[in-house]
């Protein structure tokens, strides 16, 4: 057998690998989502819970969700990183971060996968009484 042919056989075996691992997961592959819970009303000197609740499917270190971000009044106040071998525990996730009010709040959060990107940016009000 020539090299030439044992070149093509082999990279014939690790492209049909690559495939096979790759593949399933692609199936079922999407972008990174969030939904914002926090109170729509709060009094100014309040500290308020907000919750991001995230989703993405097939979180594993070839494909996760890559970055979490939320900007309050336009200006980003948390962020959270993944990475290979940090990532998201499930598909489904949230996290917590609290802010204290001094009037009222536009919140927007945004979660991209490293691979497919953000589903879009997710918007809530707060408003003082």
Same mark, same amino acid.
């Given at each position: 057998m020539t090299f030439k042919i044992q070149k093509r056989i082999f990279f014939f075996?690790?492209?049909?690998?690559?495939?096979?691992?790759?593949?399933?997961?692609?199936? =079922?592959? !999407?972008?990174?989502? $969030?939904? &914002?819970?926090?109170?729509?009303?709060?009094?100014?000197?309040?500290?308020?819970?907000? %919750?991001?609740?995230?989703?993405?499917?097939?979180?594993?270190?070839?494909? =996760?969700? !890559?970055?979490?971000? $939320?900007? &309050?009044?336009?200006?980003?106040?948390?962020?959270?990183?993944?990475?290979?071998?940090? %990532?998201?525990?499930?598909?489904?996730?949230?996290?917590?971060?609290?802010?204290?009010m001094t009037g009222p709040i536009e919140i927007e959060a945004e979660a991209s996968?490293n691979i497919h990107g953000s589903a879009g940016i997710a918007k809530h009000s707060?408003?003082?009484?």
């Amino acid at each position: 057998m020539t090299f030439k042919i044992q070149k093509r056989i082999f990279f014939f075996a690790v492209s049909t690998f690559m495939v096979l691992l790759w593949v399933p997961g692609q199936a =079922h592959a !999407d972008k990174s989502s $969030v939904r &914002i819970e926090a109170p729509t009303q709060a009094p100014i000197g309040a500290t308020i819970p907000i %919750t991001l609740h995230v989703s993405h499917s097939g979180n594993n270190f070839v494909h =996760h969700t !890559d970055w979490v971000v $939320v900007k &309050i009044n336009g200006e980003e106040a948390k962020r959270w990183e993944f990475g290979m071998f940090s %990532t998201p525990d499930n598909e489904n996730f949230t996290l917590t971060m609290t802010h204290a009010m001094t009037g009222p709040i536009e919140i927007e959060a945004e979660a991209s996968c490293n691979i497919h990107g953000s589903a879009g940016i997710a918007k809530h009000s707060v408003t003082v009484p």
